[in-house]
């Protein structure tokens, strides 16, 4: 089965969203829902998923800035981005963003049936790739990791990605997520969100740089997204740390 994420803030698109993908009797679950982009976010980084719906229009975090911002820290999950007419254009910004597909309100059963299918067969098409690359790779495990974090060592902070990473070494986004985990112990966006706020702790502390300035310098594209994690991480927001040091 694939799993699933519903991000809508309407809670009754939501339901008639799942109980369509139900019925569909397809090989997918409902692993979770959210009620905008920012908590979405969070619920990811501790948690796996295929697929995702997200709506455009939501408050918070909308659905353009949680694709940034998802494209930024992982790579390797696919996006369907729900809207209506009047929202096409937003649509077009989300698919250069790397979004997979989209579907318009009211969203029609064979319109989501057509959509389901033609990412079950791309599916298919990458773990085909993926079990190739398996058969030709001849680079030990260690030495593609430290190819790996010599990119991040040479890459501007706001510029660092597992999509980007992966073709460094020639390997699928997803095998090198589970590659990374295994050799060093921790989740590849774990590791990067380390690098980042330590990062941010030191222009905090040294720099008179503006706090929306340091979460854009450190990858961050969401003022608010920057500042949750930061207090997540340090106990602080990035005002009171920067207080506290005075």
């Given at each position: 089965?694939?799993?699933?994420?519903?991000?809508?803030?309407?809670?009754?698109?939501?339901?008639?969203?799942?109980?369509?993908?139900?019925?569909?009797?397809?090989?997918?679950?409902?692993?979770?829902?959210?009620?905008?982009?920012?908590?979405?976010?969070?619920?990811?980084?501790?948690?796996?998923?295929?697929?995702?719906?997200?709506?455009?229009?939501?408050?918070i975090m909308d659905g353009l800035a949680f694709v940034k911002e998802l494209r930024q820290y992982n790579g390797d999950q696919d996006v369907i981005v729900i809207s209506v007419h009047d929202e096409f254009q937003f649509v077009q910004k989300a698919i250069r963003n790397g979004v997979t597909d989209y579907l318009l309100k009211p969203i029609e059963e064979n319109d989501l049936k057509f959509c389901l299918e033609k990412w079950i067969n791309k599916r298919k098409g990458e773990e085909e790739k993926k079990n190739d690359a398996f058969d030709v790779n001849e680079e030990l495990p260690s030495s593609t990791i430290e190819k790996v974090l010599?990119?991040?060592?040479?890459?501007?902070?706001?510029?660092?990605?597992?999509?980007?990473?992966?073709?460094?070494?020639?390997?699928?986004?997803?095998?090198?997520?589970?590659?990374?985990?295994?050799?060093?112990?921790?989740?590849?966006?774990?590791?990067?969100?380390?690098?980042?706020?330590?990062?941010?702790?030191?222009?905090?502390?040294?720099?008179?740089?503006?706090?929306?300035?340091?979460?854009?310098?450190?990858?961050?594209?969401?003022?608010?997204?920057?500042?949750?994690?930061?207090?997540?991480?340090?106990?602080s927001s990035p005002s009171v740390f920067r207080k506290s040091a005075d």
């Open positions: 089965m694939f799993s699933i994420l519903l991000v809508d803030d309407e809670k009754w698109v939501r339901t008639t969203l799942k109980w369509s993908i139900k019925q569909l009797n397809l090989p997918f679950q409902i692993s979770h829902e959210c009620a905008n982009g920012l908590e979405a976010l969070d619920w990811i980084k501790q948690n796996e998923i295929d697929l995702i719906f997200t709506d455009i229009s939501m408050p010599q990119y991040i060592e040479k890459t501007p902070l706001a510029q660092i990605n597992l999509k980007e990473a992966a073709e460094k070494v020639h390997m699928n986004p997803s095998y090198l997520s589970q590659l990374f985990k295994q050799q060093l112990n921790k989740k590849f966006v774990d590791y990067i969100t380390e690098i980042r706020m330590k990062e941010a702790k030191r222009l905090l502390l040294y720099t008179s740089l503006r706090i929306s300035e340091i979460a854009e310098r450190v990858g961050y594209s969401d003022l608010a997204y920057f500042s949750n994690n930061f207090k997540k991480i340090t106990g």
